[in-house]
């Protein structure tokens, strides 16, 4: 069992990430600005991937990077975290304009809630009822505050299929954070990076294609 002092560390790391993923819709909303969510999120993610690997190797050896049997589920897990997630995030949130930084955040606050439901949908194992009216207070909650209480604009301004594509969005990070129980003998910095090196890899021949059938604009030196 976790000491207290264990949990209460942990507890301010989720905070900081929390605060940290936060700040981030406001900051990718100036980006877009000058930059599609396709590349932005390529040229995000590339040195990280490149930085971890780095790491990887001088923590644990070359080892670490063999995927045991397991490259499928790395890829699926990478491309839901680091592919989907980022991309259907970014591209709702570009679609909802301005609004979208709010209703962006409010959709990746209700990560907990998708994972709840998944787990008990994928593990049979049913939450209790106090987590059960926790879930369903966060979504009514989440609900109030992107329709402002006004459940007829879901459907109005053409807000239907970004808020659409940030729930997928929301859902593939929800699969990703799952998906590190799949391989529990593993590190936290293994499966990150293994996951991010897969999911990138799909991310890159999206962009790639898209690129090469125009339908992705190259983003300028200057930009």
Same mark, same amino acid.
């Given at each position: 069992?976790?000491?207290?002092?264990?949990?209460?560390?942990?507890?301010?790391?989720?905070?900081?990430?929390?605060?940290?993923? $936060?700040?981030?819709?406001?900051?990718?909303?100036?980006?877009?600005?000058?930059?599609?969510?396709?590349?932005?999120?390529?040229?995000?993610?590339?040195?990280?991937?490149?930085?971890? =690997?780095?790491?990887? @190797?001088?923590?644990? $050896?070359?080892?670490?990077?063999?995927?045991?049997?397991?490259?499928?589920?790395?890829?699926?897990?990478?491309?839901?975290?680091?592919?989907?997630?980022?991309?259907?995030?970014?591209? $709702?949130?570009?679609?909802?304009?301005?609004?979208?930084?709010?209703?962006?955040?409010?959709?990746?606050?209700?990560?907990?809630?998708?994972?709840?439901?998944?787990?008990?949908?994928? @593990?049979?194992?049913?939450?209790?009822?106090?987590?059960?009216?926790? =879930?369903?207070?966060?979504?009514?909650?989440?609900?109030?505050?992107?329709?402002?209480?006004?459940?007829?604009?879901?459907?109005?301004?053409?807000?239907?299929?970004?808020?659409?594509?940030?729930?997928?969005?929301?859902?593939?990070?929800?699969?990703?954070?799952?998906?590190?129980?799949?391989?529990?003998?593993?590190?936290?910095?293994?499966?990150?990076?293994?996951?991010?090196?897969? $999911?990138?890899?799909?991310?890159?021949?999206?962009?790639?294609?898209?690129?090469?059938?125009?339908?992705?604009?190259?983003?300028?030196?200057?930009?």
């Amino acid at each position: 069992m976790a000491s207290r002092q264990s949990v209460l560390f942990g507890a301010l790391l989720l905070i900081i990430a929390s605060a940290s993923w $936060g700040a981030m819709f406001p900051v990718a909303a100036e980006i877009f600005k000058v930059m599609n969510p396709f590349y932005f999120t390529l040229l995000r993610y590339l040195p990280v991937a490149v930085i971890l =690997i780095v790491i990887l @190797y001088l923590k644990e $050896g070359p080892s670490a990077f063999k995927t045991e049997g397991h490259t499928f589920m790395i890829w699926f897990f990478g491309t839901m975290g680091f592919t989907v997630y980022n991309l259907l995030m970014f591209i $709702g949130q570009d679609q909802l304009g301005d609004p979208g930084v709010l209703i962006a955040s409010i959709m990746e606050a209700s990560v907990p809630i998708i994972s709840a439901i998944v787990m008990w949908a994928y @593990y049979r194992a049913k939450p209790s009822n106090f987590v059960l009216m926790t =879930i369903l207070i966060a979504f009514v909650g989440v609900l109030l505050v992107v329709t402002n209480g006004d459940f007829s604009t879901l459907m109005g301004g053409g807000r239907l299929l970004p808020l659409f594509l940030l729930f997928l969005g929301a859902l593939g990070w929800a699969l990703y954070t799952i998906g590190g129980s799949r391989v529990p003998k593993w590190s936290v910095l293994r499966y990150s990076t293994l996951s991010i090196l897969y $999911g990138m890899g799909t991310t890159t021949i999206v962009v790639i294609i898209g690129t090469m059938m125009g339908k992705i604009a190259v983003p300028t030196i200057p930009e």
